[in-house]
């Protein structure tokens, strides 16, 4: 209801509205514009149509629009004051409008909508207050309303373009493909003759799924364009070639290969991008059969480009290989390519994968060599890919060790002629090996050989860093990543590795020292990063607040990225019309498709999962507001230091108060600060002060979810918060998922074992309905048995060499009633030979923190599981990972001192020591 004098009832998809003369109503939606009997309506429910202006106001009221689109905001409220001013158009409803659009594009939201709805009130039936409300919800993204605003514009003006066109838009951004299509279909009505207007309903049509008729689409307009002439006066230009090559796309999407083949023939002349022609004609061949054509094309293409992998694997396609095919046939193609294209690595790196024994040694040893020798630093990258088989690994050992061998014996030999960069490289790629193979203290040897050789080469400490972070100490991997970043301060790139380096270390201020040095001096480098939506450092600041406990600051920086993403979407709307009318079509459907899928990115998930991780937290162990902080403070002091205390901050607010003062009447500031959206919560202490932490971890579980379904972290992640919520089916549900993505990781094991152990709690309380769905889906989750503790066991002994898959048995299990399981565990965890153990390296996802095996050691010793202990300190040193060799350029001494997660406090779990049965969640390193 807008006023006692008219009366509108919205709906999704109806609008009823009262007439002012007859005594019934209009449906909208009806077929025919009869009248419907209905009851009389009151005169204070009949909407007020406003008086048309006179030929004067209407030339002002078109100069408001010419001043709006102009964007003089200003001269168009003036033009509109001029209107209102005069008593009998003071209620004028489009001039009412008017100044509501125009004051929202001042930043005056509330103004901006009292004057709307005002205007709306005093004429329900002018499609420009309809249209203006809509582009006031459009405004602030309220998508919705804005969509049945525009509809209830055009119950009134049902041809107008301009509406039907930002109707479309909208319709395709909130991806309402019903309703774009009948947009679409009604816009080609009216304008026949506007390319756009076929274009957009073809696309309506392949966003529908009826591909078909979207080929007739472009089929018809084809031919009126020829009866036309008008093709003829353009000529075959590039927008041709992509309507032809987009047609394509719709019949192979179609499965129309054949007759793909045919209209790309036909149109061969049409069409410029020859290259994406080649690309589909060949895809193209192989379905229909015809491998020699495609065999060609293939060729052809990677004579063009030998660095493409699809040409390679389309060729072997065409020729019949697979992985049972003798690999001297195979091997002929790229030997072939390799010869002919001498500087291509591809044709060189892909044999390496299918290759076995002597041949590969062979192949390797060609491909490795010159390139080290050359000093290519990413030589190591290209074969890192190998070390996933172990029967390549040790051939790859072999040859390393040769290498090292013959470097060192040329060195010593007096008449060696051979550059000493053949010795650095050498050692560099020796150094990445052993790190590869988890031996980190040959690797820490021989990096250090290099820098001794040549203390000056940038990629020498990158390694060293590298190694000594997969060792776990990422306080001495900062120093030498820092370390390098100063040997070359214009490069960009060991920056950025620099101050994630410093983040993870926990140096927060000098790793926003660092990177400011590649923002502009003028602005906040902080605040210019958001701007830059580097979420990169966003992710990694906000995991380096968790760990010092300031985890509003990390939810800052969470939100942040989910804002980045929110406003990529955003972006997508101005590409809804830039490219239909540049004819990129087959960019904008995977656009369309890519935005879909947008929030499954890594960025996203990666901040999603430590957002979710964060508000658990939360959820768990609540922070302290400062009032209730500082009520805590003055009720510990005596009587005498609370008077004292309480002295001293009235006077500081008496100060504060009166700075504040002097600021507004001194402080001018300029128009673009004054412009500026002030942030009220810098610090996120409003995120972590939040009520309810799980409605807003849900919120970042939802895409995951959705967009990312085959990530068991996601779905551990829901089993979190649902079991802190007690909805047993949604419990159940990720455990299945969790199993389903990935059986044997260790926290979905965790989380398989306390679902029965919840359960075990509910049962009695359950509804017999779910009690029997919960109970059918155990007997297919635990198929031998519901023996939680047998299934451990099966667990232990099946992942005996891992220490995550061993924590995470110690955890669901009671560890002082299993000994023998915690010794186990410890084993593993001071074994010396670190390359015996799986998940001894921190990038291990749920990797147990050295603290809780302090705190099972202590268990084992009778402390009951307090740090505190004769031999615990002992123990600080049996933890390392690995015996790792100093950093220091010239010093090779062991390191005596504990990695660096010992050195700051476990922030990872719910409440520091106690067996709570989270510990993975996230590693404590």
Same mark, same amino acid.
């Given at each position: ?8 009832? =919205? ?17 909208? !939606? ?81 103004? $901006? ?100 008729? $979207? ?157 080290m020798l050359k000093g290519v630093t ?22 390393t060790k040769e290498y090292v061998a ?67 100490? +990422? ?31 926990? !140096? ?39 760990? %010092? ?73 609540? %922070? ?145 309905? +779910? ?50 399981? %915690?010794?186990?565990? =410890? ?84 409440n520091g020591l106690t067996n709570c ?9």
């Amino acid at each position: 209801t807008f006023s006692a004098r008219g009366f509108c009832l =919205l709906d999704t998809s109806r609008v009823c509205v009262w007439l002012p003369r007859r005594l019934g109503h209009h449906s909208a !939606n009806s077929s025919s514009n009869k009248r419907v009997a209905g009851c009389p309506v009151p005169d204070y429910l009949r909407p007020a149509m406003g008086p048309p202006l006179p030929s004067r106001e209407a030339a002002i009221f078109k100069r408001i629009l010419k001043f709006y689109e102009l964007k003089q905001y200003k001269n168009g409220l003036k033009a509109a004051k001029l209107i209102l001013d005069k008593k009998e158009f003071a209620e004028h409803g489009e001039t009412l409008a008017m100044k509501g659009l125009t004051l929202n594009c001042l930043d005056r939201k509330e103004e $901006a909508y009292d004057y709307v709805r005002r205007g709306l009130r005093n004429d329900l039936k002018s499609h420009v207050c309809w249209h203006v409300y809509g582009l006031l919800y459009r405004s602030d993204k309220n998508y919705p309303e804005a969509i049945k605003c525009y509809r209830n514009a055009l119950k009134f003006d049902p041809e107008n373009l301009q509406i039907l066109r930002d109707l479309s838009l909208l319709q395709v951004q909130t991806r309402d493909v019903e309703g774009y299509l009948a947009t679409r279909n009604t816009l080609l009505q009216i304008r026949p003759q506007q390319r756009v207007s076929w274009l957009g309903y073809s696309i309506a049509l392949q966003l529908s799924g009826q591909l078909n008729r $979207a080929i007739d689409v472009i089929t018809a307009y084809e031919k009126a364009q020829e009866s036309s002439g008008n093709e003829k006066k353009r000529g075959y230009d590039y927008e041709t070639s992509e309507l032809m090559l987009f047609k394509a796309t719709l019949m192979i999407e179609n499965k129309q290969a054949q007759e793909a083949l045919e209209f790309l023939a036909e149109n061969d002349k049409r069409i410029h991008d020859r290259l994406s022609l080649k690309e589909m004609r060949a895809q193209l061949y192989i379905e229909v059969g015809q491998l020699d054509k495609a065999e060609e094309l293939y060729r052809g293409m990677m004579d063009e480009n030998p660095e493409d992998r699809r040409y390679y694997e389309g060729l072997e396609t065409c020729l019949g290989f697979n992985d049972s095919t003798p690999q001297e046939k195979r091997l002929e193609i790229y030997t072939d390519m390799a010869t002919r294209h001498s500087r291509a690595h591809t044709p060189k790196r892909i044999p390496l994968v299918f290759t076995k024994g002597e041949t590969f040694e062979q192949l390797l040893a060609a491909y490795i060599k010159p390139n080290m020798l050359k000093g290519v630093t990413p030589i190591f990258r290209n074969v890192a890919h190998l070390y996933q088989y172990p029967e390549k690994v040790a051939v790859l050992d072999k040859l390393t060790k040769e290498y090292v061998a013959e470097v060192e014996a040329q060195r010593e030999a007096s008449g060696d002629k051979s550059p000493p960069s053949h010795y650095v490289w050498t050692l560099l790629f020796a150094a990445q090996h052993y790190d590869k193979l988890g031996n980190h203290v040959l690797a820490l040897e021989t990096i250090n050989k290099a820098i001794d050789h040549t203390p000056t080469v940038l990629e020498l400490y990158m390694a060293k860093a590298k190694i000594y972070k997969h060792a776990g100490n +990422v306080h001495e991997a900062a120093h030498w990543l820092d370390y390098a970043r100063e040997l070359d301060t214009a490069d960009r790139f060991i920056n950025s590795k620099a101050v994630k380096y410093l983040l993870r270390a926990g !140096n927060i201020k000098r790793a926003e020292e660092n990177v400011a040095m590649f923002t502009r001096e003028t602005a906040d480098a902080i605040q210019q990063l958001t701007d830059m939506q580097c979420m990169w450092f966003e992710t990694e600041e906000g995991l380096a607040f968790n760990r %010092v406990g300031e985890r509003g600051k990390a939810l800052k920086k969470f939100h942040a990225v989910d804002k980045h993403f929110a406003q990529m979407m955003e972006d997508e709307f101005d590409f809804h019309t830039y490219c239909l009318r540049k004819m990129t079509l087959r960019s904008y459907t995977r656009l369309i498709r890519m935005e879909d899928k947008l929030r499954g990115h890594r960025f996203y998930v990666k901040a999603a999962l430590n957002a979710i991780e964060t508000y658990v937290g939360l959820h768990d162990n609540p %922070v302290k507001s400062k009032q209730e902080k500082e009520a805590d403070k003055v009720a510990a002091m005596s009587p005498a230091e609370r008077k004292k205390y309480l002295r001293k901050q009235k006077k500081a607010e008496l100060k504060a108060e009166q700075a504040k003062k002097e600021e507004k009447t001194t402080a001018k500031k300029s128009k673009a600060d004054a412009a500026k959206k002030v942030d009220t919560d810098p610090d996120g202490e409003q995120l972590a002060l939040t009520k309810t932490p799980l409605d807003e971890a849900v919120k970042f579980l939802k895409p995951l979810q959705s967009l990312s379904p085959e990530l068991a972290e996601g779905h551990h992640a829901a089993y979190e918060i649902y079991e802190r919520k007690r909805r047993i089916l949604l419990m159940l549900q990720s455990v299945k998922r969790a199993c389903k993505c990935n059986a044997q990781h260790p926290k979905t094991h965790a989380i398989k074992l306390r679902f029965v152990g919840c359960y075990a709690e509910m049962a009695d309380k359950l509804n017999p309905v +779910v009690k029997q769905v919960v109970d059918t889906e155990l007997e297919k989750l635990f198929p031998g048995g519901l023996d939680a503790a047998a299934c451990n066991e099966t667990f232990v002994k099946a992942n005996a060499a891992s220490l995550p898959h061993v924590a995470a048995a110690v955890e669901v299990a009671n560890a002082k009633a299993h000994p023998a399981l %915690v010794k186990k565990l =410890l084993a593993l965890a001071s074994a010396k030979d670190a390359t015996a153990v799986q998940g001894r390296s921190i990038k291990v996802s749920g990797q147990v923190g050295k603290k809780r095996l302090l705190f099972y050691a202590d268990l084992l010793s009778g402390g009951g599981g307090v740090l505190v202990g004769g031999w615990v300190g002992v123990l600080v040193f049996v933890f390392l990972f690995a015996t790792v060799t100093c950093g220091r350029a010239r010093n090779k001494a062991i390191i005596e001192k504990a990695p660096s997660s010992l050195q700051r406090p476990a922030l990872r779990s719910c409440n520091g020591l106690t067996n709570c049965g989270c510990l993975l969640r996230k590693p404590t390193l």
